[in-house]
T-cell receptor
């Protein structure tokens, strides 16, 4: 148990669907992150939130929309995705942005 | 060329062998991280280091800042060490990690 939970663990959606991924951390951390892991590619940072403010957007398409209502919760809203967006989406948190990151189990997303 | 390169990409060894995984980077960093990812996706942070050497159980991580190189060593390897090991660097002055492509380690009994 890492203290970072993600739901759902698996998601299958069509290209016209709208869905949301949820991340929750129980560690009292101030920074939260979304990462994408595609097959045979390194982990890619998508978004960083520090004290609920977005501090990094790594050129992510607008069909991915993050939301951080408080320092414990992070959402990734998905709409009109493409099949190439199928990947493992990982959430992480850290005390400060330069500190050790703790990862959730990930959501495996399949876009049909 | 990626900013973080790992070698080897795949490594198979017998139980008990001494394992070394290498990581080279080409950017200024504030810290280097070693992570472990098991089948199913879960990632665990093993080490964060900015100089010298750290040890935890059978795992040892070293970094040479001048040469921009780090190694992860596993002593007395065990089949439960089988996983993907990922090197990542915190970019100096930026709030982001850049990841290597990972090394898939398989330890046979």
């Amino acid at each position: 148990e890492t203290g970072v939970t993600q739901t759902p663990r698996h998601l299958v959606m069509g290209m016209t669907n709208k869905k949301s991924l949820k991340c929750e951390q129980h560690l009292g951390h101030n920074a939260m992150y979304w990462y994408k892991q595609s097959a045979k590619k390194p982990l890619e940072l998508m978004f960083v939130y520090n004290f609920k403010e977005q501090t990094e957007n790594n050129s992510v398409p607008s069909r991915f929309s993050p939301e951080c209502p408080n320092s414990s919760h992070l959402f990734l809203h998905l709409h009109t995705l493409q099949p190439e967006d199928s990947a493992l989406y990982l959430c992480a948190s850290s005390q400060g942005w330069a500190d050790t990151q703790y990862f959730g189990p990930g959501t495996r997303l399949t876009v049909l | 060329k990626n900013e973080v390169e790992q070698s080897p990409q795949n490594l198979t060894a017998q139980e008990g062998e001494f394992i070394t995984i290498n990581c080279s980077y080409s950017v200024g960093i504030s810290a280097l991280h070693w992570l472990q990812q098991h089948p199913g996706g879960g990632i665990v942070s093993l080490f964060m280091l900015s100089s010298g050497k750290k040890k935890h159980g059978r795992l040892i991580a070293t970094i040479n800042i001048q040469e921009k190189h780090s190694s992860l060593h596993i002593t007395a390897s065990h089949p439960r060490d089988s996983a993907v090991y990922i090197c990542a660097v915190s970019i100096q002055g930026a709030q982001k990690l850049v990841f290597g492509q990972g090394t898939r380690l398989t330890i046979n009994p």
